[in-house]
């Protein structure tokens, strides 16, 4: 078969398509985009028949029908007219006055357009075919015209129509666009596979990654490794059953740091039913589970305070029966006695419980403070003994204090719970040994260090910096560092209250640690704190040696405890006082109304009692006797004495656990105090 094919249509993709159809089938064709090319290619090319759509620019299917048969060279050609737009019988009827073979409508099927072909006879060259008439051929001109400009019209109208539709389908698309770009959420998608195609702004802004360096990367960019494969397998097969996945994921920002998002995933479907794309909306909660988490370890933190403060008070006393009977067989043996190892040890055991203690309740915002100026370098000297003990035979300390540091303000008693806790936290950084020292300085802190620095604020400050040549840290540790109770020591080694404990004390003060530490390479904290303009009140280093002062005086004893009440009065009466003994508030308002011997000099009362308090008591007894003094004891005070955890500066008063020495001259000290110039 060699039969030659013109095919005319200005669709190339159904002009290629019918020709490959043709082609196959062994036909030789040729193409042409409308009449005019046709007719062209006609002068100088032999075919045998022509396959024309109707509607086409420049010269239209029907008109090129009449140019072919006009034409003496062409009129025996085969002509077949094929559309999608003059599909009525009246429009054939046209097709055929044009002595059309054929009239097909589109879309018409490969084997229609094959069989329609095959069966058109053969024209002969020579035969004679009927012309159209001149009287003819104008009818059918204006039949054609105006069928041309009716379905012109109508395609007009289809076209506006189209049009209408197209403009509000691209007003819609760029309104979606715009609210998808505007979106507070971040939103991404995906290809089945996981690709990145789109990201919106609010996507860039929170992940640091501009839409150039995600598109086309696999979602895994910003994985941030703290799922295991077991969530990521769940989510995967959740959404690619055809179902959206919900959940909480934590994605790691172009930075390094971690975000966490309420997220949704959902799958996209394509026209025949198969996901096609993801979309996945993410919504950062990052500030909202940190707050979540604040609460929660505020929760915590009340719990535990709550139960440190009902522990601490009855415990506190049992520490100071046990430490001040210690102190009373230590001062009996005499220091070159055998036994007096075995006190040092209970000494010492009482101390780390009572420490332990203590941090609690710091740490819990439960414990008061009495707030004085200071110098950072006489609370080091008056504590170093106590700081060598802490370390091993196998660490060295170095102090190196600075000259003129200035002072600052705050309870001497906290600041060496900081020093205690740093030493131990460097002594436990070294298991094979090493070096620690302790520097002392003031420092200016300027505005840079500030803006790195939130926490802080320029100006003066007192520094204390704790180095040792340890360990050091990793990122993930020191991220996690003041977290309380987190801890990376074995499972009984530590508490984890330590540094949490040291930053709390630091900021109740208005102060910060600042922390620099390198794996392997050891670790130094700094903790600042403001300098005031003022000078240092004189601190009591330790227990100080020799004999203790003596009186005559009349002393009020009020304690709930019996056993730390009994060890007062012995140890008072010992010295010389004559001592009255009370249970509690109300029974001592008794015991000062029925008293007919010497008047009272000072009153040492516990804070926290049954049936009425010491500072009720002694408002009480104030009104009666105001040249009363009075010495406040306990382990926790439930801020009755303290406003806002901060006692006032005209109280006195003297933690529990404290041994007979301390109480026997604190009980002096302020006897010797004129009654004008007495706290109370």
């Known amino acids: 078969m060699n039969t030659r094919i013109l095919i005319v249509d200005d669709d190339q993709t159904t002009l290629k398509l019918l020709q490959a159809q043709l082609e196959a089938e062994g036909y030789q064709v040729f193409s042409a985009v409308d009449g005019v090319e046709a007719l062209a290619l006609l002068q100088h090319q032999t075919v045998d028949a022509v396959i024309s759509d109707v509607l086409m620019p420049r010269m239209d299917g029907y008109r090129l029908c009449y140019e072919v048969r006009t034409d003496e060279q062409l009129r025996h050609l085969r002509f077949v007219l094929y559309s999608s737009t003059y599909t009525s019988p009246s429009d054939e009827k046209l097709a055929f006055d044009l002595t059309a073979d054929a009239f097909l409508r589109r879309p018409a099927s490969p084997q229609v357009i094959l069989e329609t072909l095959r069966s058109l006879p053969c024209r002969d060259q020579s035969a004679a075919l009927q012309p159209i008439s001149q009287v003819d051929e104008l009818g059918l001109v204006k039949e054609f015209s105006e069928r041309l400009v009716s379905k012109l019209e109508k395609k007009n109208v289809e076209l506006q129509a189209q049009a209408e539709t197209l403009q509000k389908s691209e007003a819609q698309l760029l309104l979606q666009t715009r609210a998808l770009e505007a979106a507070s959420n971040s939103i991404v998608i995906t290809d089945a596979r996981g690709a990145i195609l789109w990201v919106n702004p609010a996507f860039s802004r929170l992940t640091g990654f501009p839409p150039e360096e995600v598109v086309g990367e696999n979602t895994r960019i910003y994985k941030s490794g703290v799922h295991d494969a077991a969530f990521y397998g769940e989510l995967w097969k959740t ?81 100071a029966v046990i430490r001040g009977y210690c102190d009373l067989m230590s001062m009996d043996l005499g220091p070159d006695s055998p036994a007096e190892s075995c006190c040092s040890e209970i000494r010492h055991a009482t101390d780390r419980a009572s420490a332990l203690t203590q941090q609690l309740l710091i740490f819990s915002r439960r414990q008061t403070v009495q707030l004085v100026v200071l110098d950072l370098n006489q609370i080091l000297a008056n504590i170093e003994k106590m700081l060598r003990r802490l370390i091993t035979e196998n660490i060295s300390l170095t102090i190196l204090p600075g000259n003129e540091i200035g002072c600052f303000k705050a309870d001497a008693n906290y600041v060496g719970q900081i020093l205690m806790n740093l030493i131990v936290n460097a002594r436990d950084a070294m298991p094979k040994g090493g070096k620690i020292s302790i520097e002392t300085a003031k420092i200016t802190l300027d505005e840079a260090y500030a803006r790195a620095h939130p926490e802080a604020l320029p100006g003066e400050y007192v520094m204390l910096a704790v180095t040792d040549w340890g360990t050091g840290m990793t990122d993930e540790v020191k991220a996690r560092l003041f977290e309380p109770f987190f801890t990376t020591k074995p499972k009984g080694k530590g508490t984890g209250l330590g540094l949490a404990t040291c930053l709390t004390i630091a900021k109740q003060f208005r102060g910060h640690i600042d922390v620099q530490s390198d794996l392997g390479h050891g670790t130094t904290f700094r903790v600042y704190f403001p300098c005031v303009h003022q000078p240092a009140e004189a601190q009591v280093r330790g227990v100080q040696p020799g004999c203790l002062p003596r009186g005559t005086e009349t002393l ?72 009363l003094k009075f010495l406040f004891t306990s382990g926790y005070t439930d801020d009755t004495l303290a406003d806002q955890g901060v006692l006032d500066p005209d109280i006195e008063f003297m933690y529990k656990p404290y041994s007979p020495s301390t109480i026997i001259r604190k009980v002096r000290q302020m006897l010797d105090v004129p009654a004008t110039k007495a706290h109370g």
């Open 239 to 319: 959404i690619l059953k055809g179902e959206t996945w919900r959940g909480e994921i934590t994605n790691r920002r172009k930075d390094g740091t971690l975000w966490t998002s309420d997220q949704t995933v959902t799958p996209v479907r394509g026209e025949g039913g198969q996901i096609t794309h993801f979309i996945g909306i993410m919504n950062d909660i990052t500030e909202r589970k940190h707050l979540e988490e604040g609460f929660a370890q505020s929760q915590k933190m009340e719990l535990i305070g709550q139960l440190a403060s009902g522990v601490a008070h009855d415990f506190n006393n049992i520490l």
């Open 556 to 627: 009020l004893l009020v304690e709930d405890e019996p056993s730390v009440r009994h060890l007062a009065h012995k140890v008072l009466a010992a010295q010389g006082y004559e001592v009255l003994s009370a249970n509690n508030g109300h029974d001592a308002l008794n015991v000062v109304r029925t008293h007919k011997g010497a008047p009272i000099s000072l009153v040492v009362t516990d804070v926290i009692m049954p049936q009425m308090g010491g500072k009720v008591m002694a408002d009480w007894l104030k009104t009666s006797h105001p040249e």
